[in-house]
T-cell receptor
């Protein structure tokens, strides 16, 4: 079956622009996670969604970062007024629930010039 | 709070040799522990996980790991390295109860020499 997909695979933007990154989880997975992978910070948790519960935003690095999940499926991570330190690979994962294995997508490589 | 330390950012072994990647964790609650592998330009793939059942966990591709509570360790091993094992390996921890927000180690890049 189809795995987690993310788009775009690569995004180059200019400092100060807004970007949207998309994640399509595996069908039927109720939990969705965003992580960031950067040279300086390694792999960091950003946010997760579980069903209809309020998302856990505790990992978002600043208020320029936000995410939503529509209809319990597709999620969009938005970064406003991008900065060079936002350059990283943004990984999405989904799971059947909070106690189940997380399946990762291939990531979106974001480069802020 | 939870944290993971992977000893050695880069490990190099010969093909056919033992692979040992070290992971130590810190957790104030009973943990789940994971090893993930990342091949170039790909996402993370789960190798194995510890969920408080057997302390010796067998995973895919011949890898296994042993949970040692007294040493707070979860080292990854494979008896005989193959060229296809070259990748980056991440150890991760999450709380046994509640949301499984993974906390990752810094990763270990494994190189296999012919």
């Amino acid at each position: 079956g189809a795995g987690v997909s993310q788009s775009p695979s690569n995004k180059v933007t200019e400092k100060g622009k807004d970007v949207e990154l998309r994640c399509d989880p595996i069908s039927g997975h109720t939990a969705l996670y965003w992580y960031r992978q950067s040279l300086g910070q390694g792999l960091e948790f950003l946010i997760y969604f579980q069903g209809n519960s309020a998302p856990d935003k505790s990992g978002l690095p600043s208020d320029r970062f936000s995410a939503e999940r529509t209809g319990g499926s597709v999620s969009t991570l938005t970064i406003q007024r991008t900065q060079q330190e936002d350059s990283a690979v943004y990984l999405c994962a989904s799971s059947l629930g909070l106690a189940f294995e997380q399946f990762f997508g291939p990531g979106t490589r974001l480069t802020v010039l | 709070a939870q944290s993971v330390t992977q000893l050695g950012s880069h490990v190099s072994v010969s093909e056919g040799a033992l692979v040992l990647l070290r992971c130590n964790y810190s957790s104030s609650v009973p943990p789940y522990l994971f090893w993930y592998v990342q091949y170039p330009n790909q996402g993370l793939q789960l190798l194995l996980k510890y969920t408080s059942a057997a302390t010796l966990v067998k995973g895919i591709n011949g890898f296994e790991a042993e949970f040692k509570k007294s040493e707070t360790s979860f080292h990854l091993t494979k008896p005989s390295a193959h060229m296809s094992d070259a990748a980056e390996y991440f150890c991760a921890v999450s709380p046994l109860q509640g949301a499984q927000k993974l906390v990752f180690g810094q990763g270990t890049r494994l190189t296999i020499n012919p």
